[in-house]
Each structure stands twice: as C-alpha cells, then as structure tokens.
C-alpha cells in the first residue's frame, strides 16, 4: 500500500507569502501526482495533474514539482482565497487506485 | 457544462441499508470513470472504489472491500454507493468525482458531497 504523508499538518502564513507543502510518497511512483484545493463546505478541486501541470484556470501562482519521493506544491504570493486544505493524491497505472494524503491546512497567520 | 449531482444528506441508524446517488450531465457518461471517496468529519479524504459506467468494471479499495457496493445505471447517467448495514463509523461527507481523461485520469469534476450521519 502507497502512503502518502503530507507536511506540515498545518501551515500558518500572512497573505502576499509565499507557501511550500510537502507530500512524500512511501513507494517509488510514476508521475501520477495531484494536488487539490478544498475549502470549508466544498467539495475539493484539482490543481494540479500529473506533478507539475495547471488544470484550466488555476492561477499562475500555483505550481508543483518534485524530487525523487518528495513532491511539493508551492503558492508563490498567497491571496486571501488560497487559505483552504489541501490534498496531495498519487494514481497507479491502470486500472486505476488512488491513495490520498492527509491533508495539510493553509491558515491566515 | 459537466456537472456531477449526488442525492441529499441522509440520516440513519445503525445496521440499517442506504444507496446514494451521483448523476453525471453534460458528458458523455459511459465514457468516464467514477470513483467514490469517503471524508470522515475534520479527517482526510480516502479512495473507496472505482467503476466504469461504460463496462461495469469495478475496484475497490481493500480497505472498503465487502462493506459497500458501487454500482452504475449508464441508462440514466447514475452512479451508486451502497450498504447493506450501516456503522456509526460510516458517518461521513461521500463525494463522487469523475476520472478526466484530459488530466491523465485526475478527478477534474466533483459532486457536492452527500453528508451520511449515522446515529442511534
């Protein structure tokens, strides 16, 4: 089983920061890494696909990127929308299986 | 536009049944796969299991094996998540979500949730 182990729990920074969360994957995968967004009351939404690309209309400010197990995605200049939990989420090949990160909570500091 | 419509909040007791629902619009349904995850209250999110309307095709999480059972209905775009015996433990947001094909099989569109409470 791939565990996928976000840090930190929480992270609390003061809007025009940038950010940097963490996700390390227990077992060697291919680029099949997500990121998604979720705010209180929502359902979650995709990012960021397979490592590093935007999906449609995802600010520029969004980006992600890796090395070897450790994956990241960093908020480069934090708008007050972007305080919400985020998810990193790993695919196998196919047929497909998902496994999900705990989540790491972006506050206003 | 895509959408993804899941049925409303359910409250129910323990050992009863439940089958909650997921309709898909503006897509061609039959054509993308489904997955079902599970968000305990303050907790994480956890993949249960996946179908493909277009065959049946399923898999399951081992961790939800034998406790639900997903199902599809591509005659009327639905998508299913089911128990035979509900458990206090069950209590959760269950969202369904749609495998986008343009994102490598990212979930690019989800529905908005169905709250299950399950109580004596």
């Known amino acids: 089983e791939i565990v996928l182990t976000q840090s930190p729990a929480t992270l609390s920074l003061s809007p025009g920061e940038g950010a940097t969360l963490s996700c390390r994957v227990s077992q060697s995968v291919s680029g099949y890494l997500a990121w998604y967004q979720q705010k209180p009351g929502q359902a979650p939404r995709l990012l960021i696909y397979?490592?590093?690309n935007r999906a449609n209309g995802i600010p520029t400010r969004f980006s992600g990127g890796r090395s070897g197990a450790d994956f990241t995605l960093t908020i480069s200049s934090l708008e007050p929308e972007d305080f919400a939990v985020y998810h990193c989420?790993?695919?196998?090949?196919?047929?497909?299986?998902?496994?999900f990160g705990q989540g790491t909570r972006l506050e206003i500091k | 536009e895509v959408q993804l419509v899941q049925s409303g909040a359910e409250v129910k007791e323990p050992g009863e049944s439940l089958k909650i629902s997921c309709k898909g619009s503006?897509?061609?349904?039959?054509?993308?796969?489904i997955v079902w995850v599970r968000q305990r209250p303050g907790k994480g999110l956890e993949w249960m299991g996946v179908?493909?309307?277009?065959?049946?095709?399923?898999k399951y999480s081992p961790s939800f094996q034998g406790h639900v059972t997903i199902s599809a209905d591509r005659s009327i775009s639905t998508a299913y998540l089911q128990w035979s015996s509900l458990q206090a433990s069950d209590t959760a947001i269950y969202y369904c979500?749609?495998?986008?094909?343009?994102?490598?099989?990212?979930?690019?569109?989800w529905g908005q949730g169905t709250l299950v409470t399950v109580s004596s």
């Open positions: 503006g897509y061609s349904f039959s054509s993308y796969w």
């Open positions: 989420q790993q695919r196998n090949n196919w047929p497909p299986e998902y496994s």
């Open positions: 979500a749609r495998l986008g094909d343009g994102y490598d099989y990212s979930l690019d569109f």
């Open positions: 179908i493909s309307p277009g065959d049946s095709y399923i």
């Open positions: 397979d490592v590093s």
